[in-house]
């Protein structure tokens, strides 16, 4: 079953460990990959790669830790642009809705009116396709960023599956 691609990628993962013993076989790890930096919490994870590797589009991975009745670890992880990016990218869609809105508004109005509706028409068409083009251009960053987002998810797995 084919899914849809997902702006915040995600996956979670059940491992057999403590948090606390994650927390120290991922520091261990970043001791010894240097295409990964990171910081580690204790039941945060965030991950991202090295600052010469860094463009724009690098995903940071962002990873949760929560004990389970069992002993183990549920992690639920999810991949993300720099939080400036994220910021950025939700203040353009929030920015083409609200102009969308307003065109739409306007549009009304003008038809009410009785006027020619051909430029408010065109503001409106322009407005939907800013917000339909910033939404797509977010799936292309990330496509762009794939290699580095299985990179991390690597790093990650190499960490869990490490020998105490």
Aim: net charge negative; aromatic share 8%.
């Amino acid at each position: 079953m084919k899914t849809r691609p997902r702006a915040r990628p995600r996956f979670t993962l059940q491992v057999p460990l403590s948090p606390a013993e994650i927390t120290a076989r991922v520091r261990k790890q970043l001791e010894v990959d240097p295409r990964v930096t990171g910081a580690v919490a204790r039941a945060t994870l965030l991950l991202t790669v090295r600052e010469e590797d860094t463009h724009f589009w690098s995903p940071h991975l962002d990873v949760q830790q929560e004990s389970d009745e069992a002993g183990g670890t549920n992690l639920s992880a999810m991949f993300a642009p720099h939080p400036h990016i994220w910021s950025t990218f939700v203040a353009i869609q929030a920015l083409f809705a609200l102009l969308s809105i307003g065109a739409a508004v306007w549009l009304t109005s003008v038809l009410m009116l009785g006027d020619s509706p051909v430029v408010a028409i065109v503001l409106l068409g322009l407005m939907l396709f800013g917000g339909g083009f910033a939404y797509g251009a977010a799936y292309v960053g990330q496509g762009i960023g794939s290699e580095q987002m299985y990179q991390l998810r690597a790093f990650l797995d190499a960490a869990l599956r490490e020998e105490a």
